[in-house]
């Protein structure tokens, strides 16, 4: 994936089989994952930063079913990736462009989400 | 700290018949699952992480037909919160526990039966596949 990726529009498919069609609650629901994401984002920075893996692959594991919920699955597949990577060699070195990459898009998919759903 | 998601007005007999547990620190799950569940005539105890869960269970333990457990959680994780459930309710019906992993790991599988639990989902999970599981556990049980 090239540092300078610009996400294209999320793939909703998973947040209107949850939503029954209802614009209120799919609005609620990414409003709340984008903070979640934001949080764990923040987890992963710090697990780097202290070298601790343990932290860093609990970070990545949550983060996985957050993207799939705002319908960026290429980065739910990064994550699993790293996950996967961490719990094998127990090192944050093994997935360190994975979380560079990471750290590049979700800026932009978070703009991308908040501008499809009108969010503040 | 315990969330209440479940803003039905009308709390009759049977809907407490029908009360789901679910301990999951991640608020974006408990919104889809509590929308799920209200859909399909289920109301919902929504708790933080394993500790929550097992207080809830102590205080309740014939209220809910079913625990959705999630297996990573701070403070007291899934596994631990399941094996301490079973453990006090060793002499009664077991309420079914399902658990709730994004776990990629067939050891992280394993360990949620070794713990008690009675089947897993992946999350995200499909709303359909989710009732389907809920139903089969408990069917048993159903009224």
Redesign the interface.
Known sequence: MPANFTPSNPDLTYLLSVSNGDKRFEKMLINTSIQSIDLKMVDVVSGLTEKDADKLRKAVHSLKPLFAVVGYNEMQKICSAAELQLAVSGSQQSCENDISSLKTQWPEAKKVLLHLFEIN | MTTHLNSNNSQSSSDNCRQILLADD????A??TE??LQ?NGYSLKHVLNGKEAVAAFQQEPDAYVLILMDV?MPEMDGIEATRTIRFLNRSGAAVPILGLT????QEDIQLCYEAGMNAYMF??Y??DKLMNKIRELISPKKK
């Open positions: 991640d608020l974006s799950n919104m889809i929308h799920v859909m990573q994004a776990s990629v790991l999350k995200p499909d709303p």
